[in-house]
C-alpha cells in the first residue's frame, strides 16, 4: 500500500487519472469514440449504399413513422438515399476536413510560433504581423475568401480551413515558446553548450505541448463546423458528397414541407461532434493546463 | 403626483391617435398597396437594356409598347399604336400612334420621335444614346430592323432587312417598349434607376436588394389600376417568401418551390395560381463544332472549325448522345423532383407553341439500350464525364443540384461515370457560352411566343459562337438552320409550323441536347387577390389586379394599440 503512494506517476498517467475524474470529459471522449467509429467504419456499419439514388422512396420517415421503409431507419432524402448511412459516409467528409484542416494549422502554427518566439527579434515582428494580417478577418469570412479563391471543392475546403486557424495556433505556441525560453533548464543547455535544434526539439516543444494539444482539441470542434458551414454555402463538399454541412444546405428547404428528418440529422450530428470535442477539450485543458482554467482567448 | 399626470397625458395621446387610426381604416380613400415577393432585385430599370426576369417583371408594369399580349395569351392587340399594317412586300409595317397617351412624372405626350428614339438608341449608332447600354436583346431578336422612321406626329414605320414572321410578336416584348426621350435627356445615363413609360404603375423609389415601389398612374390611357402601390419585394429564399405569403406580408410570391405546392393548395387563405410553362430544361452534350466570330456578323470568320475547351470526343458519336437520352429517367425526375409539377420533355420547345412535333415520342427510359449503344459506340465499359449544374434554382430545373444527382445516379446505371461540378451563376453562364463545359444543364423560358425564340436561340449553327453561344451543344447542322431560315420568310401560320416540325425532328434525331422538362409555371397569392392573369412567358402584369378588403385589419390595430397602452401605463406605475 505504501509502495503504491511512493510509486512516481508520470505524467500521463497523473493526466489520465484527472481526466477520467471528469466525467463531462470523459462522456465527450466516449461520444467521439462512438462518431468516429462509426464515420471510419461506415462500409461495415451503413445499412445502404449512400449513393443509391431511387427517386420513388424520396424523402420517406424513418422508424417514429409507419409511412417509414423497412431497413431506413432514418428515413431518406430528396433523392431517397438513406439518410442514416448517408450520415456515417458524410461523417468520414466532415471529419477528415476538419482533421486535415487542423494537422495543417498545427504544421504550420508550430513552425511560425517557435520561429517567432524561439528566434525573436526580426523574425518575430514578421511573422507576428503576418498573423496579426490574418487575424483581422473573421474566421469564416476568411474561409470563405480563400476557399473562392481557389475554387470549390472539399481539398480546397481543407487548406482554406487550415490556412484560417494557422494564426491562432502560431500565437498559442509562441506564448508557450516564449515563457519556457526564459526557465533555467535551457538557459542550463545554453551554458552547456547545445545547439539550437536540440533545445528546440528536446525540451522547447515538448514543453508547449500542453497548450497545444489543449487547443487542437477545441479548434477541431470550430474547424468541423466551419467545414460544415462551407460546405452549406456552397464553397465546400460538392454534391453528391454526404458532407453533413451540404446535406444540411441542401435539404433544409424540406423543412417547411414536412421532411424535417432530412436537414435535422445532419445538424445533429454536426452538433454533437462539436459538443464531444468540446467536452473533451475543456477537460483536457483542466487536466493538462489549470493555468488555462477560466478560458484563455483563442 | 407628476407621473400619474404624465401616465393620464400619454393614455390620452394614444387613445386620440388610436381613434385617428381606426377612423382612417375605414375611411373610403383606403390606399391599396400590393405586395409582391420576388426571388431577386431588379438589375436595370431600361426595359431595352434588361435580360433578367425580375428586372423585366418591374418594368412590364411601368412600360408599354407599340402592341401587347392579349391576356393571357401571345396573341398580339393594339397598345399605343392603335392599329397597323403591313407592306405588300412585307419589308415595311406602319403604325398608327394612339393620341393624347402621357408619360409618367409629366413628360408629356407620346409622340413618334419618342418611339423613333425607343428603337433607334439600341441600333443606331449615331444616336446619342447608343453607347450608353448594351441592348442585348436587340441582338438576339431584332436584327433583321433596319430602321424605324418617323413618318408623322402620330405615325411611324418600321422598315426591315427581310421578311420576318416573327417580328409582330417580338414587338409586344419589353425590349422595344416606349421610353420618354425627354426623361432620356434628363436622366442620361441614369435612365435605367428613373424610368419613364406609359403603363398603369409610375416608378416611385428602388431600395437596392429590398424593394422596389411603384404607384398607380391617375393620367394612365386606360382606367387607372385597382391598386394605389404596387411593391415588389426581394426575398430570395423559397421557404422564407412562402412563409412571408402566410403571414400576409406581401399579397403574393413567385417560383414557387414545387415542394411547397401542397402547402398552398391546402390552405384556405392562399391560392396557386398554375400554368404550363414555357419553357425547357435540358442537358447539352458538348460536341464541340463551335466557330469564331470576331466581327460579331453572325457568320463564321472563316470556313475552319475551333477547338471547343470542353468539347467530349465521345460525344462526336450520336450512339452515345443517343445512349445518354435513354439512360436517364426523366418520368422519375418529373414526378419526384418537380413533384409532378411539370412534363417530360422529348424535343426542344414546350408544346404550348405551333410547330410543336406530337409525332415525336422522344428517348424513352430504357438502360438496356443505352448500354447497348454505347458498346456500339466502343464504350462496353462507358467512360467518366464531367456534368455541369447551376448553383441557383430556375423556373425550368427548381432543383438543379437533387436533378444532377438523380442523372448521376441513372448514367451511372449504364456505366457512365459522371463528376458533378458547379461555379458562380455568372461565372456559370459565361463558361458555357465559351464551350468549357462537357455536359451542362441548362435551359430557357420564351420570350414572345414565337418557336424561332426556342429553335434558332438554342439549337441553330448560327448560334454556336464561342463565347457568345446560344447552341452550347456546339453541333453544326445545316439543315435544320436552312429550315429555320425559311419559316422565318413565311408569314403563313401553318406552312411555318409544319416546317418548324420537320425541324424538331432533325434536333431530335441529333441529340445534342437531352431535353428534360417543360416546368410549370406557379404563383401563389392570398386569397383575397383576384385578377390576376397568368401569362405564358412567366412575364408579370399586374394591372388588372384587385385586392379585397380585409375586415380585420381595424380590429388587429385596436389590440396593438391596446397592448401599447396597457404596458405604458404599468411601465410608468412601476417607477
Redesign the interface.
Known amino acids: 500500500m505504501a509502495e503504491e503512494e511512493i510509486k512516481r506517476r508520470t505524467r500521463i498517467q497523473d493526466v489520465t487519472r484527472q481526466m477520467r475524474k471528469n466525467k463531462s470529459a470523459m462522456f465527450g471522449l466516449g461520444l467521439l469514440f462512438i462518431i468516429v467509429t462509426l464515420s471510419v467504419g461506415a462500409p461495415l456499419f451503413a445499412p445502404h449504399d449512400p449513393?443509391?439514388?431511387d427517386?420513388?422512396r424520396?424523402l420517406k420517415p424513418g422508424f417514429w413513422s409507419d409511412d417509414g421503409l423497412p431497413g431506413f431507419y432514418l428515413g431518406t432524402d430528396?433523392?431517397?438515399r438513406d439518410l442514416l448511412s448517408r450520415l456515417f459516409y458524410g461523417g468520414r467528409v466532415t471529419l477528415s476536413v476538419g482533421f486535415v484542416a487542423l494537422g495543417f494549422a498545427v504544421g504550420m502554427g508550430i513552425l511560425m510560433g517557435i520561429s517567432a518566439g524561439y528566434f525573436g527579434g526580426a523574425v518575430d515582428n514578421v511573422v507576428m504581423r503576418i498573423v496579426d494580417i490574418l487575424f483581422a478577418y473573421p474566421a469564416l469570412l476568411l474561409a470563405l475568401v480563400v476557399a473562392g479563391t481557389l475554387?470549390?471543392g472539399i481539398d480546397k475546403a481543407m487548406l482554406a480551413i487550415g490556412i484560417v486557424y494557422t494564426p491562432q495556433m502560431a500565437r498559442v505556441v509562441r506564448g508557450a515558446v516564449l515563457s519556457i525560453k526564459e526557465t533555467e533548464y535551457i538557459e542550463a543547455e545554453h551554458a552547456i553548450g547545445s545547439s539550437t535544434w536540440r533545445i528546440i526539439f528536446k525540451h522547447v516543444l515538448p514543453n508547449s505541448l500542453a497548450p497545444i494539444i489543449v487547443y487542437s482539441t477545441l479548434m477541431l470542434a470550430t474547424a468541423i463546423l466551419d467545414a460544415a458551414a462551407l460546405g452549406f454555402l456552397?464553397v465546400g463538399a460538392?454534391?453528391?458528397s454526404p458532407e453533413w454541412g451540404l446535406a444540411l444546405s441542401?435539404s433544409?428547404?424540406?423543412?417547411?414541407?414536412g421532411?424535417w428528418w432530412a436537414a435535422t440529422f445532419p445538424g445533429i450530428a454536426i452538433l454533437l461532434s462539436v459538443i464531444s470535442l468540446n467536452l473533451l477539450g475543456d477537460g483536457l485543458r483542466d487536466a493538462l493546463d489549470p493555468r488555462l482554467k477560466g478560458g484563455a482567448k483563442l | 403626483m407628476k407621473t400619474k399626470l404624465k401616465a393620464i397625458a400619454a393614455v390620452l395621446v394614444l387613445v386620440t391617435l388610436l381613434a385617428g387610426c381606426v377612423g382612417q381604416e375605414k375611411a373610403p380613400e383606403t390606399k391599396t398597396i400590393f405586395i409582391f415577393g420576388s426571388s431577386g432585385d431588379a438589375v436595370r430599370l431600361d426595359p431595352a437594356d434588361v435580360t433578367d426576369g425580375e428586372s423585366i417583371q418591374r418594368m412590364d408594369n411601368i412600360h408599354e409598347g407599340l402592341v401587347e399580349y392579349d391576356g393571357g395569351t401571345t396573341n398580339i392587340r393594339a397598345c399605343l399604336a392603335t392599329d397597323w399594317n403591313v407592306s405588300d412586300d412585307k419589308k415595311t409595317i406602319t403604325f398608327n400612334l394612339r393620341k393624347g397617351v402621357q408619360f409618367h412624372h409629366g413628360f408629356g405626350e407620346v409622340t413618334a420621335d419618342d418611339v423613333v428614339f425607343s428603337f433607334a438608341r439600341q441600333y443606331d449608332s449615331s444616336n446619342w444614346y447608343y453607347d450608353k447600354g448594351e441592348w442585348a436583346y436587340w441582338g438576339y431578336m431584332y436584327t433583321d430592323i433596319e430602321s424605324v422612321e418617323k413618318l408623322d406626329t402620330y405615325k411611324v414605320a418600321i422598315h426591315m432587312r427581310q421578311p420576318n414572321a416573327s417580328i409582330m410578336t417580338s414587338l409586344a416584348m419589353f425590349t422595344v417598349c416606349i421610353v420618354s426621350e425627354k426623361a432620356a435627356q434628363q436622366y442620361g445615363e441614369d435612365y435605367f434607376k428613373n424610368p419613364v413609360g406609359t403603363g398603369p404603375f409610375e416608378f416611385v423609389e428602388w431600395v437596392k436588394d429590398d424593394h422596389i415601389t411603384l404607384r398607380a398612374f391617375e393620367d394612365y390611357w386606360r382606367d387607372p389600376p385597382q391598386i394605389d402601390e404596387l411593391v415588389f419585394k426581394v426575398i430570395p429564399d423559397?421557404?422564407a417568401r412562402?412563409?412571408a405569403l402566410q403571414a400576409g406580408e406581401v399579397h403574393g410570391i413567385e417560383h414557387v418551390?414545387p415542394?411547397?405546392l401542397?402547402?398552398i393548395k391546402n390552405d384556405p387563405k392562399l391560392q396557386l395560381i398554375s400554368q404550363a410553362g414555357m419553357n425547357v430544361g435540358y442537358i447539352a452534350l458538348n460536341c464541340g463544332e463551335g466557330y469564331v466570330d470576331a466581327n460579331e456578323n453572325g457568320k463564321w470568320d472563316s470556313g475552319e472549325e475551333v477547338d471547343v475547351t470542353g468539347a467530349f470526343e465521345p460525344f462526336n458519336d450520336v450512339r452515345v448522345r443517343q445512349a445518354i437520352a435513354h439512360a436517364i429517367?426523366k418520368d422519375?425526375?418529373v414526378?419526384?423532383?418537380y413533384q409532378g409539377a411539370a412534363t417530360a420533355a422529348n424535343q426542344g420547345m414546350p408544346p404550348v407553341l405551333f410547330g410543336y412535333n406530337n409525332a415525336i415520342t422522344g428517348y424513352e427510359y430504357n438502360p438496356q439500350k443505352a448500354r447497348d449503344l454505347l458498346t456500339a459506340a466502343g464504350y462496353p465499359d462507358g467512360f467518366e464525364v464531367v456534368l455541369w449544374?447551376m448553383?441557383v434554382s430556375r423556373p425550368y430545373f427548381p432543383?438543379p443540384?437533387?436533378i444532377?444527382?438523380?442523372i448521376?445516379?441513372?448514367l451511372?446505371e449504364v456505366g457512365i461515370t459522371v463528376e458533378?461540378?458547379?461555379?458562380d451563376w455568372g461565372t456559370y453562364l459565361q463558361d458555357t457560352e465559351a464551350g468549357k463545359h462537357a455536359m451542362a444543364m441548362l435551359g430557357w423560358t420564351g420570350d414572345n411566343g414565337d418557336p424561332d425564340n426556342f429553335l434558332n436561340v438554342l439549337y441553330s449553327q448560327d448560334k454556336a459562337t464561342v463565347g457568345s453561344a446560344g447552341n452550347i451543344g456546339f453541333k453544326k447542322n445545316p439543315e435544320f438552320q436552312d429550315l429555320l431560315n425559311r419559316a422565318l420568310l413565311t408569314y403563313d401560320q401553318d406552312e411555318r409550323g409544319a416546317l418548324y416540325e420537320q425541324a424538331n425532328k432533325l434536333l431530335v434525331d441529333q441529340c445534342s441536347h437531352v431535353f428534360i422538362a417543360h416546368a410549370d409555371q406557379n404563383l401563389a397569392f392570398l386569397s383575397t387577390v383576384h385578377g390576376y392573369v397568368i401569362h405564358p412567358t412567366s412575364r408579370k402584369f399586374f394591372y388588372p389586379v384587385w385586392v379585397e378588403e380585409e375586415g380585420g385589419a381595424g380590429l388587429g390595430t385596436l389590440f396593438v394599440a391596446l397592448l401599447l397602452v396597457g404596458g405604458i401605463v404599468l411601465r410608468i406605475k412601476r417607477k
Not at chain 2, 420 to 423: C, G, P
Request: hydrophobic share 40%.
Open positions: 449513393h443509391d439514388v427517386l420513388d424520396q430528396a433523392l431517397g475554387g470549390r456552397g460538392q454534391a453528391p441542401l433544409r428547404k424540406y423543412l417547411v414541407t421532411a | 423559397p421557404s412562402l412563409m418551390d415542394k411547397q401542397d402547402i429517367d422519375a425526375i414526378r419526384n423532383l449544374h448553383p432543383v443540384t437533387e444532377a444527382e438523380a448521376q445516379a441513372d451511372a458533378l461540378f458547379t461555379e
